[in-house]
Structures are given as C-alpha cells and as structure tokens.
C-alpha cells in the first residue's frame, strides 16, 4: 500500500484498536483522572487516558454534568500563580520566564484534555464530550469557561490546513452514508432509496469535510445539484420523477442543503470554507458552470412576520415573495446583522441574495417557517471578498435589482 | 477511491497545489504580515498566508532574522490588557470574561501562525520555520518566547493521537527514502545499495511516524534488526556479505539507530512513543521475538574520559568495556542525570543496562567518539513502566548484574 | 497514491470512461461486426468494438438473439481448414504449421469476443451477454457451441489466481452493497437494515470474489456467522433480537448463505475456492475457531418425497428429520451423484453431513422445500482431501454416525 | 480500504503469500506434473502446481530444457483423437459434440499451463518459464509448439482491457523503480540520481503499462520529455545541467524511450496501445501540447551501410543524415517493409517519419549504430488511422517534405 493510503488506514485501524474493553477499574472516576494529570510516563498516561474515556461513556447524565463540574473547578486557572509568572517575565523577560508564563496562564484541564487526545480515537470522544457538556451546562460560568478551554485545543486540532474535502457518493462506504442520512438537517433523506437519487445522479453531488483523526465522521457536508439555469423549488429539484440531466449540460451549481454535523464542534466554523473550496473544485472540473448559488430556506420569516403583527396569506405567493424579500433586505437585530441566520451566514461569507421564490418549498415545515418562500444566495468568486468586507464593514445586504424592487413593492404595499 | 486512502491523497494533492508562484507583491514583509492579522475574511486571509510563506523562503538568513524580531516584538504579550482581563474575569466569572482572559494570554503571534498554518503545506512551512528560528536565533529572549509560542502551537498540532507510524521498507516511494538516507543521524547510509541492505532483507525493519499534514515528511524513523541473540557488534550486523536471516527464526528485535528528522520539531519528543509502538507491533506480528534491545553508541564517552582526565586506549577493549560501564552508570550531570544523551533517552523511556560491548563499532567515528564500545538498552515491556517511575524519581540507573560487575572492576582497577 | 491501489483505481476510470455515447452509427450491427473482424489497426479495432457493444445493449430480446445467430453461424469453425492445417501439421511439424493449426482450430468468433473485451468495461459486457445467450438460447446446437467458445475465454479470463478474495462489511461501498441485497439467493435480505444486521455485528462476516477487471461486480459471496456451537435453526441466527456475540468467543464459524451473482459465468465454479479461501483466513485471523461448518437448505427434499410417493407431515419434526437424512445420504441421480444439488456441491467439495435438524427453517419456503428441515456440512481442512477423493471416485457420502442412525432410524420406520 | 484499492492490496499479499517454501518432495518433476495432471480436488491442485512451480527455479537450464522437452511431448495434441471428435461433431453438431471437439482441439500442456496460473503469483513464473523457453529452446520445432501454447494462454491473460497505464514517477516504490532502471533498453540509466532527473523534473514524465497479477513488474514503460518545439538531440534533451521547463509551457512530448520488459511476453505487443493511451492522457491533462513525437535511434543504419558496401563518415553529418533518410524510406526487406526495426514499430502504428537529425546520439553507442543520427516519428492523432492503413496495405512509408528531399539529395549524390 501506498505511505499516502496508509497513514490514514493506520489512524483508523487505531482507532478500532482503542475497542478491547477494559478490566472494571475499583478507582472512581476523579480518582482516575487525578492518576493521569499526575502520570508521568506516557505508557502510564495512555493507559490511563483510555480508562477515562471508556469510564465517561458509562456515565449517565447526570454522572457526566457532575465530572464536568469537578474538572471545571479541580483543574481551573491559579490566578495567583498567573500574576507572579506575568510579574516575573516582566521583570526578567527570558525563554526561563515566558515557559513559566505561559505554563501559568493555562488551566491544567488543558492538559487533561490534551492526554485524552493523546489515545487514538480520542478525538472523536472529546469531540462528543463537548457535545454533551453544551448539552447539559446551561448557563453555569464555570462551565462555560471549560467549554470555551475545549473549544480552544479543538481549534488548533482542527486547523483548516488539516481538513480534507471529499466527495460523498453512492460509493462511499455505508457506515458514511448512513451518517449523512442522520445528519442531513435541510430537507430530511427519507430512506436508502431517497439517499440515492440524491447521490447516484450525473447531475448531483455531494462534500464533506473530514478530520484524518475521525475518519469515519463527517464534520460537515453540502448537497449541491447541477441545472441549466437557477430553481426556484425545491421539490422540482428534487423530484422522484425527474429526468437528471447530465453533468456536462449545467450551467448552474446549486447549493441545496449544508448540515453541521458535529455539535461538540460549535463556534468552530467549516461552512465558509466548505462552500468556497467546493465553488472552486467544481469550477475546475466542469467548466461549463458559471453559476454558484443556493436554494436556502428562509426560516425566521413566518416567525418574525408575527412578532411584528404583518398580516399574511401563505397562499398569496406573490405577496410573500415581497414580504420575504422585505424580511431578508431590512429586518435587523439590534446588532445590525440581519434576523435570518441563514441570511447571516451567507452574506457573512460574501454572498448576495440574488432572488426570492415563492411556492418554492411546499413542504409542511418549508410552509410553517417561511410560507413557502425560498431564497438563492449567489456566490460570485470575483466579487465575494468585495461583499464579504462591505458586510463585514456595516452589514450591508448585498441583493439584486429585482429583490430590491420587490422589497419595495412591499413596502409602498405596506405604505399604500 | 475509499475515502480513507483519498483523505490523505487529497491533503497530498492541496500540497501540491501551493505550488503555484504568486506575481510578486509590492508589499513588505512586514506589511503583508499586518494585512494578514488584519485580513477579515477567510478567503482574503489565505490569500495573504500564501504570500508570506512564499516571500519568507526568498528571504535570507538575514532577512529571516529580522522577520523572528520583528514578529517577536509586533505582536508580542500586551501584559496590561492581561492583567485587566484577569481582574475583569475574577471580578466576575464568566464565559463571556474568560473568553476575554484566554484572549488576553495569547500572544497575537500564535494567531499569527495558526493563519499561516491553514494554507495547504503550511504546517511543513512552519516546522521549517522553526528550524531556521532555532538555528539563527540564539539566545534572544524575545526570540525565545516566539519559540516558545511556536513549539506550543506545534506541540497541540503534532499531538500523540495524530502521528501514524508506517514500515518504511524498499516498496515504499523513493522520495521518502532519499529522506531516510538525508536523515539517518547514527549510522550513515552511503548508497541506495545501502539502503536496499537495510531495507530488504527478511530480517531487517524499519519505521517511522508521519503526521497527515505532511505525508512526504518522516517525523522520526527507527531501524530493527532482527536477530538470533543479542549482537554485539554494529560491523558485523551491518556486513554487507552476511547472510540474511528469515524474520522466523528471530529472537531479538535489535534497534540499532533512531533518527529525529525534524529539527523544528526539537523539544517535541516522538523517541518514546515511536519505540514503544514498534515494540508492541513487532511483538504482535512476530510471537517468536522475546527480546527487544538497542545497540547503542555511547556519544559522549571519551570526552568525558579526557574531561575526567582518565587515560584509556581504545586497543584495550576489556579497559574500554569496564570504562564505558563505569561511565554509563556513575557519570552524572548536576541535575543528577547521565552525562550521556543517549543513556538519558532510553533510560528515560524505562530500558535498562543490559550489556557493553567493546570493539562494537570500529568506524572512525565509534573509535573516537567511544573508543569502539557499544551499549545495549534493554525494553522490556513488563518492567518499563516501573523503571520509568524509578529513574523519574531518583534518576536511578537500572542495569544488569554483568554491567554493575563491570561498573565495579573498573572501580576497583582505577581505585588499585 | 500506491502504485498497487492505482492499478485498480485506473480499471476503474477507464470502466467509468466507456460511457461517452457514441453518435448513431448508420451501419447495421451485422456490419459493425463484419468491420470490427476486419479491424487491422488497433485503434480502429477499439473503436469498432465500443460501437458493437453499446449498439447490442439497444437491442431488445429478438435483436439480441438474432445476432447470437448470425454470430455462431458466420463466424464458427472451418472444419475442412481445420482438417487441412491438421494435415500439414502432422506432415511437417514445425512452428509455423503448428501456428496455423492452432489458428483454424478456434471459431473467428472467439476473435471477436477478445476484441470486444479489450474496449475497458468489456469484460462486464461480455458476461452480461452470455448470461442473455443463456436466457434465450435453448438448446439450439449452434448457440450451444457459442456458449461453449464464450466459456472457454471467460474461464481463461477469471482464472483463479486472477479472483481476489475481500471482506464486504458495512464500511464496503453503497454501490456494492445494494448488489449484495440484489444478488443474495438463499435467506433474502430484505432491507438495508436487514443488510446492517448481517454486516456490523462483530459476530457476522461475508466474503465476495472480485475480478480486476470488473471491480464493481461481485461473482460470488459467502455470509458466515461467528458462534458458539453449531447452529441448529437459521430464524434463531438471524433474529433481529439477538444478542451479538464477540468474535473472540467463537468456537464455530457457519456459512449460511452461498450466492452466486453472475448467470454469465455459468460452469465456471467458484464456490469451492470461496468457502476453501474463507476457511483458511478466518482460521488464521481467530484461532479460535475450530469448527467451520454450513447451515443449508435441503432445496429437492419434499419435491423428491413426493415423487417418491412417500407421506411426510412437516409438524412432525422427528419423523421430518429422518426423511432428510435418508434423503441426503441415499436419494442418488443415475449417475450415482445424490438428487440434492446443494449436497453435491458441498461433497464435493469434499465436506461431510455433520447434522441434520428439524424445524431448522420456518419460513414458507423453508417449510415448502424441506418441510423445515437444514443440514450442516462440515469442512474439516484436515479430511476435506480425502473426502473430496473418496467422493469423486465413487459418490460416496461420508456423514457423522448421527446422521447414518437417523437415516437408518427412517429406514427400519419405513420398512416396518 | 477500498473494495477497489483493496482487490489489487490482496493480489499483493497472496503474491507474497507463495514465498513459504515447501518441504523438499521426493517425486520427480516428472511426477509432479503427472499428479498436477491428474488432481481432482482444486486444493490438490493448488498444492501440487506450487511444488511443481518451486521445483521448477531450482533446476539448471539443462534441467528446464529437459522438462520442456517432456511437457512437449507428454502433452501434446492427440491429432487422431481430434480427428475422431471434428468428424462426430459434423456428423452432429451439438453443444456435446462440440464441447469434445473443443477439448481434443487443445494440447494438454494447455490445461498443465492453466494450473500452474491458479497459484497466486503463477503468472510471473509462468512468464518468466517462457522466457526460459525461448531462450533454450532454439529452433526445435517440438518446443515451438509449446511456446505458441504458451504465447496463445499468455495473449488471453494479457488482454488489452485487462492491463493499467500507471504513471512512474520519483514517488514511485523503489522496488519498482530498480527494474525502471534495469530494464531501460535504449538510453541506459546509470545511477539512482540519473533516474532522479529522467522522472522528478516538471517536463519529464514516464508510463508504464501493468497487469493486475504481476502488479510490482512493468511489462512496458515509455519515457517522455515535454519540450519546447521538436528537439534533435538526445545529449541535450537529457543534459544534467539543463534547466527544467515547466510542464506548462511545453508544445511537444518526445517519447525517448521505449522499453519492452518480458522478454517471455515477446510477440505480444503493447506498445502500440502503450503510446496510443499516453498521447490521449498527456493531451487531455496538458492541453498546450500539440504534438507528439519520438526521438528514435536508428538501430539497423550502419549495419545496413557497410553490407550495401556504402561507405559514409560519422564526422560529416550532413550525409549522414542524407544516407539515414535515404534508409529509412528506401531500404527494405523481401517482405516489403522497412529495414529498420525500429521504423516498422512506429510506422506500423501509423506514425510517420517527421525529420531527421545528425550528431543527435553522440554516444558511443549511437555512433556506432547509426553515424549519429537520430529520427523523429510523428504520432498525429487525427492520421494515425489513416497512415496506419496505407502501410497496412503496401507498406508505403509516410514522411514529410523535408525527409523526402533529403533522402532524395542523397540519391542524387549517390547517383552523381
């Protein structure tokens, strides 16, 4: 086998390795987290890292909160100990001073964090431990201050320079395909079947991004259909009885639906990159596309129509469209961004809204969120860094001519 | 392609990739590096992370230099904001203030190389990076701390749970192999003839650790000979006439050099974990082997024997046996350590004395360096962890009864 | 990439590249294959060939076996050449008359069937074409005879040492598996997660061979279950209720089902290969495991009770148990062989009759076939030579001692 | 792994997996072919063709003569016998009679051949006993026999859609690189660093064809120079101190070097598919390329000058090309085709004579074979069919206008 293939066969024949159950361990929990912070070989520290983990995952809910808790206090910062190393380096700056500083400066659940890493597979059970610590810490300081430490090594663990994008297709292997039917959260894949016709045809596709230390975990994917010209529905695209074209005849690349699918990776942003390294990767192999662009719901806007005390018929199309269109150019949070999310993150990575379509989602949720409205957002490679710092700068919505005319409709229908 | 081999073929080809050479900037140095701290958008931060890798590796040793200084001083430690963040977070315990502590801690040049290292190659860019920091630096303390900061990020980075230990043999890609030849620190290799002995016979291994994020990249590599009994003489094992044994029939697994390939990667240390693993993998494959043991050199012999101002003639190997033992188990640092580097690393790990060898290496350089004495360190797997923990607490030099007897003669010799 | 994983990747490629459709040709197909004999260059040998082969997958039924016609009679032997080449041969032996007797001993069609197969994705098309030779053939002599030149290459092609042996588990592609739901002949697999329950658990195994060429495609493949003791009903094997067991506590490995997958390659046997394969890497990956043995059907036993005029009642377990086991070791065909084709091809393969169990498969067609009753064939590696010779002297039918006193049982019931 | 990446990994191991010898067997090879003949059980089969097949490499050549001789002759066609099975199958044709003519029509060493390939890794030793075979067997027209045998079983497994273009490249396995080097037949590789310049420069490349069982032995390979404009010259286009272009800029590939690597697959050509698939890969993965083209030595030149009792001067490279012109288009053989061998290759695949260049191999070699002179083959994919069939049909020699004229020149100067 190749060195290339190998490394990551390797990492996952690891991981498979980490299974072999161990012997019940008489020491609780704290105790065995006490033995690794304190272990000082790493064969001790190893052993002891898998005996944590496997002894976490036999943790009810509230045994879980309750460790999350001890580590959060036991293993904290000395702010004491961090003044007098910040004192010191002051007063003497030296590589002897700084080791110091910065050794004080961490809390040393860093380093607990760190030894469980050290286990191969470890990253993937550190990844749902923080899932579950977001699940289960409301709003309690001191946990939160261990989660935003997690997030910290999960960051640097999760460099974009170590992502890999791969393409999702009907022969990927199934352990995959079963989690993207999981964690498909836009328009949910009813069955194999369902997950075929959205894979199998010339004219679709699918990425995601892995982690060579998850391999079997997606961390996010996007479906994307190729078309002659921009849809405007999402069950036209996605009909059973459809006739798919052939890949070569698109024009346009649709950017349908993106799931995150790791919750313990929250605050770890992948989409922006996903969509631009995606944008870039079909525009090399198909150079017919000339068109990038999603087909997104618009899930605030029945919501947010309420709040405000608007009147409106999910029936009238085309006064939704205008009160869609009026929703995504104008209704903002006090921040000034945007109250859509999905808005948000699309003109955040330097999209603009290109057009509004009504009766583009008759599904019973795509009718209760946004009455039935859909949006594209378009991706222009050579104007979306223009846009992204325009919005960065003063959250200006980037839109086309004819959204903006129908934002205005609405308003002088408003007015009238 | 499965998607675990294409994992790692796509890091390999984004590798690649960076390979096209940018249109020269107008732009500083400095300058680029400022618009990269400040760039806001993922796409305009690459961009710019491309630019100034590309522009270090233009630069010469003069000009590398004044970027670590500049670096070092620009976006170093703002020790004020840190003490007011701390104040702030004591005050009142949150996320939302230690979010801003942790913030505080850092200094923004880590932010600095977290950037450089999601560009695709960027991480091999950093450790080389580093090298030249390590190499042009010397005892700067401002260039310390960016040491520091760097060996930090690359510490998190190159974590245990990502390295991937691969066989290295004469199947694998040339272009790896010119790296073993390049890299082999102990025993040099003169030819591809030479490495073919070392790498294609039955009973010969060897092994290396490899990070996914630079596949083309030997991290530390170690080569195993296979023997009948423990060998004395690196000569005779390395004789190019020998006859190669079938791995079967062995007994021992003798590990006869380890190289670490990465100077950047100094104070990062991959010794331990690398023998440990290939012991444990050697053991599984092969049931036959009962003996796992190196055959050292013993590097700082005689300039410890002339220091001490001892007399010693390499002819004389029996003297030279009993000098190298007495060396070995009473030649101590002030910190109470072994003089001998190669003592402390094994000793380190949990192997013991196991045996001395004189007119063990008769090359120029074993005669100069230790007077043609080699040394075996024995693992064994059962008492490792104990003799780590003993050497860890006390520094004790664990050995056998022959090597104490040996230890003593020359005691009794030099005190007769 | 691995110069080995590419070999396959780039069969692959090229297999996907046949698609392109060529432009409608005006010649009739008859004349495409008149030009494609012609064919004195390569490249328009190739050319030819990618239009023959895309023309006959347009054909329906009718078309198909019209040109099986005109095939087998255009292009068969020359038997006066044949004769005369024979003569000259035997004449004058020599290289260039040996050459031409070989050359008129083989129909031109077997020509034109190696032309085809060199268009990449040929090989798949042809055993897609014999298999519909076989559907609509009949007995007619000279379709016959083309089966007969079409299996003499096929055998050539899928030559054993050519097959590669590979696990199918829930981590093997989509694209296969479905063909694994498709293809399975025995206990049908009704749903993907029926099929994850035949995969995952660490007790369940399956086992496929491939060829290089038709990577996509597999020919055969064995599903075994990992347990402790013989089976004894194949409803309690498969239970979706079940409680996995390890593969490490296994003493028996039971091979339950046995699918062929290509009626193209009718005749040529590859079952006995698989399951010997099969044996011998499962023994060496759990040592475990002692005992390999099947769970079969009795697939001729009621449909031969009733040409035999003999009553049976299905509820009668007992009484159902001793009819099979007479069945299977005295029911004989004329030429000696026993009436059951499964217990043929397990003899002689060279297993013995292990068991025999009652209300063993409960399904309705379980209890249609055999009255609900199964067999266990035992592969011992150590007699299966000796019992494949003794079998293939005389049709002897080894069976354990059980298995004689329940036939006997049955025979003095039937006599008294 | 992949299924596909897997399929190939496996044929590997099972290659490796013949290594154990077997203990030494009292029979004579004789006997062992006999028994081989005879098996019944595909496991004895198996055993007996590995004994047969590791006998087989201990013998000397006499001792491989002698067994070819016994092959051939025990062996052999039965002719009465396939007399009696033609006239049954006439008198009436059926699927029966036929399948016994079929079978009389083979000589058994057919079926001894195919045994022998059931082991894994029987393909290489099979090509490597024809080998032997044609190296002993001289002009006996018994042995002919069997090699045509060998050559018409050897033809079926080596089918064109059965083989894989892989590019060779300095990431290539050493392994397969030493036989790159060794089996280099017209412009010798001298060092590891030689084959480090011939693939690792942007503007050089090197394809080799394989087959999946014999997957670590090229059976072919082509080296290739992207240039600038049609270079004539091979000391330059392979100067150690050149300056490697960039394979972006290149217009021209120059296939310098063709190399067939099994002797004992000789009359089974892939060359001409071998240059046919690198064009049509180089072409759509280097769009600037316009032409294709060779750099060809002229093996036949001198040799044919002096037995013309022509006399000519290396020194004067202006006749020499003249006379190398003249050659090529004129010197023919009684069959009508060219002299030259290397010109019938290229010509024959519809190539055609491009230009001619002296002091363009100022080796010793190519002085000494050729004055000197050097010639450019020109594959144009639009004519290659074209001029593929005219010399087909007469053997005309397509050059172009430059070519004419100067081998006209040199008729003049002949004539004058």
């Known amino acids: 086998m190749s060195l290339l293939a190998d490394l990551l ?5 690891r991981r498979a ?3 072999p159950i161990l012997r019940r361990d008489p020491r609780s929990t704290e105790a065995l987290i006490s033995d690794l912070m304190g272990a000082r070989s790493e064969t001790a520290a190893l052993s002891l890292a898998r005996r944590v983990l496997q002894r976490y995952v036999e943790l009810d809910d509230a045994g879980k909160l309750a460790i999350f808790r001890h580590v959060a206090e036991t293993y904290g910062l000395d702010a004491e100990a961090l003044r007098s190393a910040l004192d010191a380096f002051e007063a003497a700056p030296s590589g002897t001073t700084y080791r110091a500083f910065t050794h004080a400066c961490e809390a040393p659940r860093q380093e607990l964090m760190r030894r469980l890493n050290a286990v191969p597979g470890g990253t993937e059970r550190l990844v749902q431990m923080r899932a579950d610590l977001r699940r289960l810490g409301g709003d309690e300081a001191a946990l939160q201050a261990l989660d935003l430490d997690a997030k910290h090594l999960l960051r640097a663990w999760f460099n974009r320079g170590f992502l890999v994008l791969r393409p999702i297709s009907w022969e990927s292997p199934a352990h995959i395909l079963e989690k993207i039917i999981e964690y498909e959260a836009v328009h949910a894949i009813h069955s194999w079947d369902d997950l075929r016709r959205r894979l199998k045809p010339a004219d679709r596709r699918c990425f995601a991004f892995f982690h060579p230390a998850m391999p079997d975990e997606p961390l996010i994917f996007v479906e994307v259909a190729l078309t002659k010209g921009i849809p405007g529905s999402i069950q036209k695209l996605l009909a059973e ?5 052939g890949s070569g005849e698109a024009d346009t690349a649709v950017f349908y639906s993106i799931s995150n699918c790791q919750p313990g990776l929250a605050g770890i942003s992948f989409g922006n990159s996903l969509i631009k390294q995606v944008v870039s990767d079909l ?6 596309l000339k068109t990038f662009v999603t087909l997104s719901p618009i899930p605030g806007l029945t ?5 405000e005390g608007r009147s409106f018929d999910p029936q009238d199309g085309k006064a939704m469209a205008a009160l869609a269109a009026h929703y995504l150019l104008h ?3 006090p921040d000034g961004q945007p109250v859509d999310p999905v808005a948000r993150f699309h003109l955040g990575n330097g999209a603009m809204v290109q057009a509004v379509h009504a009766e ?6 795509g009718l209760r969120q946004s009455g039935g409205v859909m949006v594209n957002y378009l991706y222009d490679l050579n104007r979306v860094e223009k846009y992204h710092d325009r919005y960065a700068d003063s ?13 205005n409709t609405r308003e002088k229908v408003a007015a009238g």
Chains 1, 2, 3, 4 share one sequence.
């Open 360 to 365: 583009a989602d008759v599904s019973e949720n």
């Open 395 to 407: 959250f200006e919505v980037t839109a086309a001519q004819g959204v903006k005319s129908l934002a």
């Open 241 to 245: 009885d459809r006739l798919p074209g």
């Open 283 to 288: 525009a090399a192999e198909l150079p017919g």
């Open 9 to 13: 066969t390797t990492v996952f024949e």
């Open 331 to 333: 209704a903002k949070r």
């Open 303 to 307: 919501r947010w129509l309420k709040a």
């Open 17 to 19: 390795r980490i299974g």
